[in-house]
Protein backbone atom coordinates (compact mmCIF):
# COMPACT_ATOMS: atom_id res chain seq x y z
CA UNK A 1 0.00 0.00 0.00
CA UNK A 2 0.83 3.51 -1.00
CA UNK A 3 -0.35 6.13 1.59
CA UNK A 4 -4.09 6.90 -0.05
CA UNK A 5 -4.01 4.91 -3.64
CA UNK A 6 -4.55 0.74 -2.32
CA UNK A 7 -4.66 -0.59 -5.42
CA UNK A 8 -4.38 -0.10 -9.21
CA UNK A 9 -8.81 0.16 -9.78
CA UNK A 10 -8.62 0.59 -13.64
CA UNK A 11 -6.41 1.47 -16.65
CA UNK A 12 -9.35 3.32 -19.38
CA UNK A 13 -9.23 3.26 -22.96
CA UNK A 14 -10.74 4.99 -25.13
CA UNK A 15 -12.47 3.44 -28.33
CA UNK A 16 -14.20 4.00 -31.22
CA UNK A 17 -15.93 0.66 -31.16
CA UNK A 18 -16.43 -1.14 -28.19
CA UNK A 19 -17.31 -4.49 -29.89
CA UNK A 20 -14.24 -3.74 -31.83
CA UNK A 21 -12.36 -3.28 -28.80
CA UNK A 22 -13.57 -6.38 -27.04
CA UNK A 23 -12.89 -8.65 -30.18
CA UNK A 24 -9.41 -7.40 -30.04
CA UNK A 25 -8.96 -8.74 -26.65
CA UNK A 26 -10.35 -11.72 -26.64
CA UNK A 27 -9.00 -13.09 -30.07
CA UNK A 28 -5.64 -11.70 -29.16
CA UNK A 29 -5.19 -12.29 -25.20
CA UNK A 30 -8.23 -14.94 -24.60
CA UNK A 31 -9.96 -12.06 -22.73
CA UNK A 32 -13.45 -12.08 -21.68
CA UNK A 33 -15.54 -9.04 -20.65
CA UNK A 34 -16.92 -9.31 -16.86
CA UNK A 35 -19.22 -6.13 -16.52
CA UNK A 36 -20.62 -3.97 -19.38
CA UNK A 37 -22.64 -0.89 -18.39
CA UNK A 38 -24.46 2.62 -20.12
CA UNK A 39 -23.51 5.43 -18.01
CA UNK A 40 -26.10 7.81 -19.03
CA UNK A 41 -24.93 10.74 -16.75
CA UNK A 42 -21.36 10.54 -18.74
CA UNK A 43 -22.20 10.00 -21.92
CA UNK A 44 -20.34 6.75 -22.61
CA UNK A 45 -20.49 3.00 -22.43
CA UNK A 46 -17.63 0.71 -20.79
CA UNK A 47 -16.50 -2.89 -20.97
CA UNK A 48 -14.47 -4.19 -18.18
CA UNK A 49 -11.97 -6.79 -18.78
CA UNK A 50 -10.47 -8.44 -15.34
CA UNK A 51 -6.80 -8.58 -14.94
CA UNK A 52 -6.13 -10.10 -11.69
CA UNK A 53 -7.53 -7.73 -9.12
CA UNK A 54 -7.67 -4.99 -11.57
CA UNK A 55 -9.60 -3.77 -14.98
CA UNK A 56 -8.95 -2.80 -18.32
CA UNK A 57 -11.88 -0.07 -18.80
CA UNK A 58 -12.76 0.25 -22.48
CA UNK A 59 -14.87 2.87 -22.83
CA UNK A 60 -16.48 4.40 -26.14
CA UNK A 61 -18.96 7.52 -26.85
CA UNK A 62 -22.73 7.34 -26.83
CA UNK A 63 -23.17 10.91 -27.61
CA UNK A 64 -21.22 13.42 -29.55
CA UNK A 65 -20.96 16.11 -26.65
CA UNK A 66 -19.72 13.33 -23.98
CA UNK A 67 -15.84 14.13 -23.03
CA UNK A 68 -14.90 10.99 -24.50
CA UNK A 69 -16.28 12.13 -28.07
CA UNK A 70 -14.04 14.91 -27.80
CA UNK A 71 -11.31 12.92 -26.64
CA UNK A 72 -11.19 11.10 -29.37
CA UNK A 73 -11.86 13.95 -31.86
CA UNK A 74 -8.36 15.36 -30.33
CA UNK A 75 -6.21 12.48 -29.58
CA UNK A 76 -7.68 9.32 -31.46
CA UNK A 77 -7.78 6.10 -29.71
CA UNK A 78 -5.76 5.46 -26.81
CA UNK A 79 -5.03 5.78 -22.84
CA UNK A 80 -7.40 8.12 -20.91
CA UNK A 81 -7.39 7.75 -17.70
CA UNK A 82 -6.05 5.62 -14.95
CA UNK A 83 -8.46 4.74 -11.73
CA UNK A 84 -6.80 4.38 -7.86
CA UNK A 85 -8.34 2.35 -6.09
CA UNK A 86 -8.69 4.62 -2.22
CA UNK A 87 -10.60 3.66 1.24
CA UNK A 88 -12.14 7.11 1.32
CA UNK A 89 -13.11 9.25 -2.04
CA UNK A 90 -13.68 12.39 -0.18
CA UNK A 91 -10.64 12.02 1.92
CA UNK A 92 -8.25 11.43 -1.09
CA UNK A 93 -9.61 14.35 -2.85
CA UNK A 94 -9.25 16.95 -0.37
CA UNK A 95 -5.79 15.15 0.12
CA UNK A 96 -5.70 16.53 -3.93
CA UNK A 97 -7.34 20.21 -3.11
CA UNK A 98 -4.59 20.41 0.02
CA UNK A 99 -1.98 20.17 -2.30
CA UNK A 100 -3.06 22.88 -4.42
CA UNK A 101 -4.12 20.30 -7.47
CA UNK A 102 -7.72 20.74 -9.75
CA UNK A 103 -10.57 18.71 -9.40
CA UNK A 104 -13.32 18.03 -11.69
CA UNK A 105 -15.30 16.68 -9.33
CA UNK A 106 -15.50 18.83 -6.32
CA UNK A 107 -17.16 16.31 -4.60
CA UNK A 108 -17.30 12.79 -4.99
CA UNK A 109 -19.92 11.19 -7.01
CA UNK A 110 -21.34 7.86 -8.16
CA UNK A 111 -19.17 5.42 -10.49
CA UNK A 112 -19.49 2.59 -12.66
CA UNK A 113 -20.40 -1.00 -10.43
CA UNK A 114 -21.69 0.88 -7.60
CA UNK A 115 -18.74 2.73 -6.66
CA UNK A 116 -17.76 6.15 -6.12
CA UNK A 117 -15.49 8.11 -7.70
CA UNK A 118 -13.88 11.76 -8.25
CA UNK A 119 -11.80 12.80 -11.50
CA UNK A 120 -8.79 14.96 -10.58
CA UNK A 121 -7.71 16.91 -13.42
CA UNK A 122 -4.47 16.48 -15.88
CA UNK A 123 -3.70 19.62 -15.29
CA UNK A 124 -1.23 19.14 -11.79
CA UNK A 125 -1.29 15.64 -12.21
CA UNK A 126 1.47 15.31 -14.55
CA UNK A 127 -0.49 15.42 -17.26
CA UNK A 128 -2.77 11.98 -16.50
CA UNK A 129 -6.85 12.49 -16.12
CA UNK A 130 -7.05 10.36 -12.54
CA UNK A 131 -10.12 8.93 -11.44
CA UNK A 132 -10.31 8.55 -7.65
CA UNK A 133 -12.46 5.10 -7.32
CA UNK A 134 -14.01 3.69 -3.43
CA UNK A 135 -15.51 0.33 -3.75
CO1 LIG B 1 -12.78 5.14 -15.10
Redesign the pocket.
Known amino acids: MSGLLTEI ?2 V ?1 IAVRDLDAALDYYRDTFGATVDHRELIESDGVE ?1 ALIKVADSYI ?1 L ?1 TPTREDSPVAKYLERNGEGL ?2 V ?1 YRVDDCAVALQAVKDAGGRVIDEAPRP ?2 RGTT ?1 AFVHPKGALGTLI ?1 L ?1 QE
Open positions: DHAEQLHHGGSVEV
